[in-house]
């Protein structure tokens, strides 16, 4: 006898009459979830607005108290408070987390400026996408979950030991509140999904670059720039050298992109600058890649070109690449399988942006991104959400845990080992 038995079909965990059940509940719940999404839409939530994300985390609370979750609020004085709910079921059972973000990347009196509406199929209006349309994907996902677990009855229509759902207040600025808590709740589960919309063309998301946010102040000294300029160290010339030094980053190693994005310095023409500052993006397909540019800059920041001059790198923000796990390639088999049984057909990408999803792959647990419904035109004017993809793309979502929860392969299997 084989040593392991064979993994179940992708997709095939979940029975049909599940499957139909879950998309029946989501189309009934689709008026519903249209008033909620331009309910949400009303609430200006930029990051650094604190009232507004705090608002919309407040209605998320409502909701998954209403379904029976237990609540946490993680609080914090500045940014949005981070707000954790748990579904907890038989011992044993899997292990899921969920990400979806409160936040958005538009300021104070968008909404009122672009309120939300649909035309021509799409809905329209600030985070419409990006991603209040996807985390009311998931919370309406669970709501379908739970009333297929009361119908049914039993442990295999609720096969979740516990199923955590986290609504990060600050995902657009790189999650620096919230990735404590997403850490600690993702350290012992099978798998993670991700919320943000699928891409325009109704792809999900099974990689990601990683990201390197750095800033380099380079320290000068100041002379007068007509007396003497030979007692002078040009900050700015030496900020000058990094950059071009920093482009060249660029393809060195396959995937590797690097871009000087803000650069500042110097207070008059007449003075030789004795400060400078560079903001750098650095991103990578594979955290080796990552590691390696990474180390080349800080490499060109300690040998400077211009003489007696000094560079600090400070790490601003840092995603390790979602890579494309053994586990996140069975969630694709499964996902993709799904999609079909539902009629459509959807594909997984690599996408360059960073999101969550980052932080989970960078700990090693299977993740998919990309799985709320269909939009595009992020941080724009334009941004949009396909309204015909909300009830299947929030039944894949649920048909994808369901799997998870049924599937030994990520149960321990070609997911993780088990804690």
Not at 13 to 27: F, Y
Not at 51 to 65: L, S
Not at 249 to 265: D, I, K, S, Y
Request: aromatic residues 4%; negative net charge; contains cysteine.
């Amino acid at each position: 006898m084989p040593d392991t038995l064979p993994l179940p079909a992708p997709g095939l965990v979940v029975r049909e009459a599940e499957l139909t059940a879950l998309r029946a509940s989501l189309e009934t719940d689709l008026r519903g979830y249209l008033a909620d999404l331009a309910s949400l839409v009303a609430i200006d939530s930029g990051s650094y607005d604190k009232a507004g994300v705090d608002e919309v985390g407040r209605w998320v609370a409502g909701f998954f108290e209403r379904l029976g979750a237990r609540l946490a609020v993680h609080p914090d004085a500045t940014l949005g408070d981070t707000v954790v709910a748990t579904f907890d079921g038989p011992p044993g059972g899997a292990r899921l987390l969920l990400i979806g973000h409160l936040d958005t990347v538009f300021p104070v009196g968008t909404a009122a400026a672009r309120p939300f509406r649909i035309e021509d199929g799409r809905a329209l209006g600030p985070g419409v996408s990006d991603m209040k349309g996807g985390l009311l994907a998931g919370l309406y996902a669970i709501r379908a979950l739970r009333r297929l677990a009361e119908a049914v009855g039993g442990e295999a229509a609720w096969p979740f030991e516990r199923l955590v759902f986290v609504a990060n207040p600050d995902e657009e600025i790189g999650s620096p509140v919230s990735s404590p808590v997403i850490r600690a709740e993702a350290a012992d589960v099978d798998a993670c999904l991700v919320l943000e919309a699928g891409r325009a063309n109704g792809d999900i998301v099974s990689s990601r670059k990683g990201i390197l946010d750095a800033r380099l102040t380079i320290h000068g000294r100041a002379a007068h720039a007509g007396v003497e300029p030979e007692k002078g160290r040009n900050a700015i010339v030496e900020a000058a050298h990094q950059a071009l030094g920093i482009t060249g980053l660029n393809g060195r190693w396959e995937g590797v992109t690097a871009n000087v994005g803000v650069v500042a310095g110097g207070t008059r023409p007449n003075v030789v600058a004795d400060l400078a500052t560079l903001e750098v993006d650095l991103r990578a397909v594979r955290r080796t890649e990552l590691e390696a540019a990474e180390a080349e800059l800080r490499r060109m920041a300690a040998s400077p070109t211009v003489a007696d001059v000094s560079i600090e790198v400070e790490e601003m923000s840092r995603w390790w690449p979602m890579e494309r796990l053994l586990g996140s390639a069975r969630l694709v088999d499964h996902a993709l399988a799904l999609a079909r049984r539902l009629g459509f057909e959807t594909r997984d990408a690599a996408t360059g942006g960073a999101s969550d999803a980052n932080t989970t792959a960078g700990l090693g647990i299977p993740s998919l991104d990309g799985l709320g419904p269909i939009g595009g035109d992020d941080h724009s004017p334009s941004e949009w959400l396909a309204v015909d993809s909300v009830v299947p793309r929030a039944t894949l979502v649920a048909g994808l845990a369901l799997a998870i929860g049924r599937d030994p392969g990520l149960l321990g299997g070609a997911g993780r080992e088990r804690r």
